[in-house]
């Protein structure tokens, strides 16, 4: 009974994996387009294993309490409506409830936060135009020792 839970579990989580890829592969186009990036999606493919160990190991975190909690329970107690829930494990319920919906209120914070500080970003005055600004990036030992005399050439024009 414990491996049941714990092979449904990751098979859950597997296909979580699954489903975010499939997301992400669909969606990075359009994350490229926005952010002006070129991400790929199989950029580092040594990272696979990793991803595929967490996923795993969520798998297997994630089904220790159901396996070894509801895998102690007699069948015909249970179905016979004799089982008392004694105090740990109601508490141990309500406290996971209580720290889901903690990290769910962190998480939405952040976001708020998040996109006020992008709103603030693009609402805010630089100090100058940038549009009236031509920025030329000195690339080279050469540019850079005849930064002095570019400097010059260009304080001559008048525009």
């Not at 597997?14 to 952010?35: D, E, G, I, M, R």
Request: a positive charge; proline letters at 4%; hydrophobic letters at 55%.
């Amino acid at each position: 009974m414990v491996y049941l839970f714990l092979g449904e579990s990751i098979v859950i989580s597997c296909l979580a994996l699954l489903f975010a890829l499939v997301l992400t592969w669909f969606f990075l186009p359009l994350f490229n387009n926005l952010t002006q990036k070129n991400l790929r999606f199989f950029d580092q493919p040594d990272k696979w294993l990793w991803i595929a160990g967490l996923t795993v190991f969520t798998g297997i975190l994630s089904g220790l309490y159901p396996a070894f909690y509801l895998s102690s329970f007699k069948p015909v107690i249970v179905l016979k409506g004799k089982l008392l829930n004694n105090f740990s494990a109601v508490a141990i319920r309500k406290g996971l409830v209580v720290f889901q919906f903690t990290i769910s209120i962190c998480l939405i914070l952040g976001a708020i936060i998040i996109v006020r500080q992008l709103h603030f970003l693009d609402n805010q005055q630089l100090g100058f135009n940038k549009s009236q600004k031509i920025v030329m990036p000195l690339q080279g030992q050469d540019a850079i020792k005849n930064y002095a005399a570019f400097r010059n050439e260009l304080l001559k024009n008048p525009a």
